[in-house]
């Protein structure tokens, strides 16, 4: 930076203390190899990694989250016409990009172009399903950030091993390949797995040998960075207008005056047009119409051949040309003992060469941004220079750092002393000199203002109040106390625990209580309940015995009446026969 | 309507049952002396019991942590106010070895009795409480105070310097109260600022002295009978002393604080307990005639069906 766009940027409404010096030092410089600034990497482009989705359980507490491959979706494009992507202007995962020509006829490049232009410079080198092939050749060497995924087959059987994306160059590739497919062997129990297959480079020539002859074929490199390009345009109910006409791409979808009968009318006689536009019509899960190109096509809009647009076309969007979006997809390394992925970042970095500029990527309709991944050990702040008008959001995953743990790691010493002379300072005023105990290096000087309300220092995290001002020659020591096993703070966090709301928003206590008290709920209407199908089942008791049931003095009567009217019949029966005895007696 | 036979005996043994099983909770209730025996008897109230209970039980903890906090201050107390005496004995002689009818060999004297009082301080400076912490070194409490640097090099190699830091720690006596219960040590054997004048410029300068580097100093002073040094450490000696009271002042306001605490949550755990005896503890007045309520019924239950039961028309069919 000039002398002019430092003295702009360094004052104190930007956050800078009043009296503070820098050291260049210390500058994260892009162009030189000095990337570890404080241990941050910092990416200047567009950048996508790995994305996590997150999972739920059954009862809505987060689990694991599922890692899903790095996905870079790109805006609609805004190519002038008749202009093409020079060389040198972007790099993707390293690679330089080469150029990619105007169209010849002065249009403007499409997205398909620019996804084709990318695919066919991430290297992809051998074709699957051929037979013998067990060694592959590169040409030119390509950056070993760039491979996707390695098959082949062994003996009949497809092995598919992800190269580890920290591999520098060919040999550490060959070398972790070799181990991967050997591993693969130890697991399925092949002899000799430690020892058989090897993975040798000979120049730009890669190669894979059997020591014990199993058949090797159909080796392949697929591509990493796979680039796709899509135009989608959705349309919902309440914008179309079924009465207007309309044209895709400068053809007219018929009737030619406009006026379909209904949605899907007009839908049908979009797709009757496919043929002739390239353009689909379909209806999306929320039932808004899709209208879609088979690659990322451009798509216009308009009412008639000659494109004069007074009162709107049929589906209600302005009279413009769509332009269609890329998106650079990576798939994830997978372990090929687990099938799983085996943690390793695989990320999409779009970045610039010596000619890029943040205005190449946005007419790719790529945003451009600085991605610090990790932990950030300091204050950042960002400067956005050029000219035009641009729009800056920033933005960041994860918790804060504790400063009072971040500190720790910085142990520091704050020494005062009187205005040095050599520095053009004052020797009366009072200057304080912060030091990184770790590194010995001086981090900042600045002067003391003793006539604030409450003179203090303040530097990072760490803010000093002083009772009494200090004077020349106090040296304050901040450091991270490991001695101090006396402390009881763990202690008291522990014990604060009782009040903190740890389930859900109740505290362990109010959670337990809340489970008596429904115990006892339930249980009381469990016995309430029972109470009343008791009477229920007794009065039901009662009915049925009224009807079904006996009294035993009523069996009783009963019994004695039988007996009786028994017992008169057999009387009768006596008498009858004495009566005929008596009539045979007659002689 | 018919009753059948079969009902007449049902009825009665529901109704016995349900009776022995009310006189059975009954006899709980009064063995246990709760009126609440399951969570179920009372919703509303088992909730309430239970908080109750716990906060009874967090009022104990404080209690205890009181006195805990309560042992540790006595034994910082007695420290200083030890250190405070040997702090006054260190001045008288001070004041007696300034005196200028006296001869090098009896300053002499009074310095090795100086250095003995300067001994008893740097041990009690590093006395330990009843857990085997040292009490004035903040939180690094398996580290004496007070103690020689041994490491070469430094501005202040082979003179006693202060090995502990400054941590405050607190714990909590009541819901919203803590209190401190440590003092660092650089708070109590505090440091003084000496100014030197620089003959030449007339510049001051000022230095920070440790506590025992300014005792030492006097020490030396008086045993090579250097008046204006004496006179220096005399006023030293007086900011040494205030340090040292003032650190057994605040420590002084603590145990008030403490006792205060104490007070408070007898209180509070009194009307917790009233309480929580209200909503859980069984009438036995009422608890006993409800039993003996139940034990009528009963008895009464149980004498009329033997008696209706024996009505049956066989007993008098031949």
Same mark, same amino acid.
């Given at each position: 930076?000039?002398?002019? !766009? ?23 410089? !892009? ?120 098959? *082949? ?70 591509? !990493? ?36 009968? !209904? ?37 216009? *809009? ?286 | ?68 906090? /309560? ?21 008288? #002689?001070?004041? /007696?070895?300034? $005196? ?5 060999? $009896?300053?002499?004297? #009074? ?8 001994? /008893? ?48 720690? $607190? ?70 002393? /205030?340090?040292? #009271? ?70 008098? #069919?031949?």
């Amino acid at each position: 930076m000039d002398w002019d !766009s430092q003295n702009l940027l360094l004052t104190t409404d930007n956050g800078f203390a009043a009296g503070a010096t820098y050291s260049s030092a210390y500058l994260y410089d !892009s162009q030189t190899s000095n990337p570890d600034y404080k241990g941050m990497t910092v990416f200047y482009g567009a950048q996508a990694d790995v994305r996590q989705e997150p999972m739920y359980d059954s009862k809505g507490v987060p689990t694991t989250p599922k890692p899903l491959p790095a996905l870079l979706q790109g805006t609609r494009m805004a190519m002038a016409a008749d202009t093409g992507i020079a060389a040198n202007t972007l790099t993707l995962n390293g690679i330089a990009l080469g150029e990619l020509a105007a169209p010849d006829d002065g249009s403007t490049l499409q997205a398909g172009d620019i996804a084709t232009w990318i695919n066919d410079q991430t290297g992809s080198v051998g074709t699957p399903f051929d037979n013998a092939i067990s060694d592959i050749a590169f040409s030119p060497t390509p950056s070993v950030k760039d491979f996707g995924a390695f098959s *082949i087959y062994v003996d009949g059987k497809l092995r598919t091993v992800t190269p580890a994306p920290s591999a520098a160059n060919l040999d550490a590739l060959a070398v972790n390949l070799q181990s991967q497919l050997r591993a693969l062997d130890v697991r399925d129990g092949i002899a000799n797995a430690t020892t058989d297959l090897t993975v040798t480079v000979e120049g730009t020539t890669l190669s894979v040998t059997s020591a014990s002859s199993r058949g090797i074929s159909s080796l392949a490199l697929t591509k !990493s960075v796979t680039a796709s390009a899509s135009n989608e345009i959705r349309v919902t109910d309440d914008q179309l207008k079924l009465t207007l006409p309309l044209a895709i791409n400068g053809f007219i979808i018929p009737p030619e005056d406009g006026g379909y009968d !209904s949605k899907a009318a007009l839908m049908d006689a979009i797709n009757g047009e496919t043929w002739l536009t390239g353009v689909t019509a379909n209806l999306a899960a929320d039932g808004a119409m899709v209208l879609r190109t088979a690659n990322g096509e451009n798509i216009k *809009i308009s009412t008639d051949l000659t494109e004069v647009n007074t009162l709107g076309n049929a589906l209600g969007l302005p009279a413009v040309t769509f332009t269609g979006s890329v998106s650079l997809s990576r798939p994830l390394s997978i372990d090929p003992l687990t099938d799983k992925w085996d943690g390793n970042a695989t990320p999409i970095e779009l970045g610039f060469g010596s000619d890029g500029t943040p205005a190449d990527l946005a007419k790719l309709g790529f945003r451009t941004g600085a991605y610090i991944k990790g932990a950030v050990r300091d204050d950042l702040l960002v400067f956005v220079t050029g000219a035009g008008s641009a729009s800056v959001s920033a933005s960041y995953a994860g918790a804060p750092v504790d400063a009072k743990q971040s500190l720790r790691g910085q142990p520091m010493e704050v020494m005062f002393s009187n205005g040095d002379e050599s520095l053009g300072e004052i020797p009366e005023d009072l200057y304080y000199t912060i030091t990184d105990s770790n590194t010995t290096t001086e981090v900042a000087r600045r002067k003391f203002d003793r006539n604030t309300l409450q003179p203090g220092v303040q530097y990072q995290g760490l803010q000093m109040s002083f009772t009494s001002a200090p004077l020349a020659g106090d040296v304050f020591v901040i450091d991270n106390n490991r001695d101090g096993t006396g402390n009881n703070e763990n202690m008291l966090a522990l014990a604060a625990l009782e009040q903190k709301a740890m389930i859900g928003n109740k505290t362990l206590s109010g959670a337990y209580l809340d489970h008596v008290n429904d115990m006892g709920n339930i249980a009381r209407q469990a016995s309430i309940a029972k109470t009343a199908l008791k009477v229920v089942n007794d009065q039901a008791t009662v009915a049925r015995d009224a009807i079904a049931g006996v009294n035993l003095d009523q069996e009783a009567t009963d019994l004695i009446r039988f007996q009786q009217a028994y017992q008169a019949a057999a009387k009768v029966l006596q008498i009858a026969g004495t009566l005929f005895d008596n009539v045979l007696q007659i002689r | 309507m018919q009753i059948s036979t079969n009902y007449l005996f049902n009825r009665a043994t529901a109704q016995m049952g349900a009776l022995q099983s009310d006189l059975a909770k009954s006899q709980a209730q009064i063995t246990s002396a709760k009126q609440v025996l399951n969570p179920s008897d009372a919703p509303d109230q088992a909730a309430a019991i239970a908080r109750l209970k716990s906060v009874i039980g967090r009022q104990d903890s404080y209690g205890k942590a009181v006195e805990a906090v /309560q042992a540790r201050l006595q034994v910082e107390d007695s420290t200083l106010s030890s250190a405070s005496d040997v702090l006054m004995r260190i001045k008288e #002689l001070g004041v /007696q070895a300034n $005196n200028s009818t006296l001869s090098s060999s $009896n300053r002499h004297t #009074l310095g090795t009795e100086l250095q003995g009082l300067r001994d /008893q301080l740097l041990s009690l400076a590093n006395s330990r409480d009843r857990n085997g912490n040292f009490i004035f070194s903040g939180s690094r409490v398996s580290q004496a105070a007070f103690a020689v640097n041994n490491k070469v090099g430094t501005e202040d190699f082979d003179k006693i310097i202060y090995q502990g830091d400054q941590t405050q720690m $607190n714990v909590a006596v009541g819901d919203q109260r803590s209190v401190a219960i440590n003092r660092p040590g650089s708070n109590a054997f505090v440091r003084v600022v000496r100014s030197e004048v620089d003959t030449d410029t007339g510049i001051i300068s000022y230095t920070g002295i440790s506590f025992f580097q300014s005792l030492d100093d006097m020490i030396a002073a008086v045993k090579s009978s250097d008046s204006d040094y004496m006179q220096r450490s005399l006023g030293e000696t007086d900011s040494l002393l /205030q340090g040292v #009271l003032l650190a057994q002042a605040s420590v002084g306001t603590n145990l008030n604080v403490l006792e205060q605490q104490g007070n408070v949550l007898q209180d509070t755990t009194l009307t917790l307990k009233t309480a929580l005896s209200n909503l859980e503890d069984l009438d036995y007045v009422s608890a006993i005639t409800q039993m003996n309520k139940l034990m009528l019924s009963l008895e009464a239950a149980q004498s009329s069906f033997a008696k209706i039961s024996q009505l049956s028309l066989f007993n008098y #069919l031949r």
